[in-house]
């Protein structure tokens, strides 16, 4: 009885979590979390000049799951928070309007999508004017993470993870107001790399 117990959990847990592998980025959802557990692309664009007018976020319609919608984010400080920024694509305009799904929005404090990690974007645009930049972006939820009443689970922390000439360079957000008026070098870590493989939840703390 254990054994078939363990086996329906990994079942379920498998058939909550989906890979989706779009034309600019790749995904791992969670369904039970209404978020991201990972996201990860490549540069493609830095200095585009499409505009965004008239853009909003909007379900994946090929995408079976439960994601995160507008009532999430309905007058409280989370941002609906691009993981694969739409400047990053923003040389063809098909593929800026691709950025605006829920599968590509996370819950991401207002202060930190405005602040530090609107910042760092500039600068992985920076760098892919004369490098390849590849981008992983992982969510982090813990015992601390707050469950909104309309069901989506909001990360602790947002982990950027930049590979570019042969570098590696790892960035870990609190998901808070504390990090306003901070540098985004603040918060590159050392010896630290969650790169993930696969599409499981391995990666909460």
């Given at each position: 009885?254990?054994?078939i ?33 990972w ?5 493609e ?8 007018k008239?853009?909003?976020?909007k379900k ?16 409280n ?15 063809d ?12 929005c996370a ?15 500039k ?5 892919s ?6 981008v992983?972006?992982?969510l982090?939820f ?8 309309t069901g ?5 922390y ?17 998901n808070?107001?504390s ?6 070098k603040?918060?590159?870590?050392q010896?630290?790399?969650?790169i993930?493989?696969?599409c ?6």
């Amino acid at each position: 009885m254990k054994q078939i117990l363990i086996f329906l959990f990994s079942v379920q847990l498998l058939a909550a979590q989906q890979l989706v592998k779009t034309d600019i980025f790749e995904v791992c959802y969670s369904t039970n979390k209404q978020q991201p557990l990972w996201l990860s692309y490549e540069v493609e664009c830095h200095s585009g000049g499409f505009s965004r007018k008239g853009l909003n976020f909007k379900k994946d319609v090929s995408f079976t799951g439960v994601t995160s919608d507008n009532a999430d984010y309905y007058k409280n400080v989370w941002d609906k928070g691009h993981l694969a920024p739409a400047a990053d694509f923003n040389c063809d305009y098909e593929k800026l309007r691709a950025t605006f799904t829920f599968l590509n929005c996370a819950l991401q404090h207002e202060k930190l999508n405005r602040g530090p990690w609107k910042n760092l974007e500039k600068y992985e645009r920076k760098l892919s004017k004369k490098y390849t930049v590849q981008v992983k972006v992982v969510l982090e939820f813990d015992a601390n993470s707050l469950l909104l009443e309309t069901g989506a689970l909001v990360p602790s922390y947002f982990v950027k993870i930049l590979s570019y000439n042969n570098r590696v360079e790892v960035y870990r957000f609190p998901n808070d107001d504390s990090v306003w008026h901070t540098h985004f070098k603040d918060y590159l870590i050392q010896d630290d790399n969650p790169i993930i493989d696969g599409c499981t939840e391995v990666y909460n703390r």
